[in-house]
């Protein structure tokens, strides 16, 4: 048996598992040439590994949701002092305090913020963990994470909108039919939030 051989016996057993949704598996495969481990990992410890390890955790006047354990010291920086990192160092890692502008109310995977320029800061939650849908704009919150810039897709723009139509916005088709090219964007990519009670 050739390497090749080898690896799409691999690929094809894992293809096999995960649409069947088996248990762990080896698979060993020799010839004279090489040898060959597959070990696949057990479906259930990578929904563990996926799991939220903060969702809706009570840190006193704020709820946690997210990855990471973080409190509300007072000391977060403004959006001031981030777009200043920002412009200085191209880039922003830590926590910020802001207000929220809006709330994706389709499964509440993404809030916006004012920054002070033209357009809000989208953020979006890693590994696609939620707030509540309810939660009302103005609402206080802390992020923890790292801006980044982000090239929106022509269909991620129109999923947007679809978005904001499910927030009540009436959306016209000239809208959707503006959108023509990718669009390059600042966005926040959060690992927790602290959503003010």
């Not at 004279?32 to 955790?57: H, M, N, R």
């Amino acid at each position: 048996m050739n390497k090749k051989f080898i690896l799409g016996l691999a690929v094809a057993s894992l293809a096999g598992l995960y649409s069947c949704g088996g248990n762990e598996v080896t698979d060993e495969t020799t010839d004279a040439d090489s040898t060959a481990v597959v070990e696949i990992i057990d479906s259930t410890e990578v929904e563990a590994e996926a799991e939220l390890a903060f969702d809706g955790v009570d840190k006193g006047d704020y709820t946690l949701y997210g990855h990471s354990d973080i409190d509300a010291d007072g000391s977060e920086p403004t959006v001031e002092a981030m777009n200043a990192a920002m412009t200085e160092n191209g880039a922003f890692e830590g926590k910020v305090a802001v207000t929220i502008n809006e709330v994706c109310q389709m499964a509440g995977c993404w809030i916006t913020f004012e920054n002070g320029e033209e357009d809000p800061i989208r953020v979006f939650f890693r590994d696609h963990f939620t707030i509540p849908t309810e939660t009302p704009a103005g609402t206080a919150a802390i992020l923890y994470g790292e801006t980044m810039i982000d090239t929106q897709t022509v269909e991620f723009q129109k999923h947007l909108l679809d978005d904001a139509a499910a927030n009540g916005d009436e959306i016209a088709q000239e809208e959707y039919d503006a959108i023509t090219e990718d669009l390059i964007t600042t966005s926040f990519d959060c690992e927790s939030i602290l959503v003010k009670k």
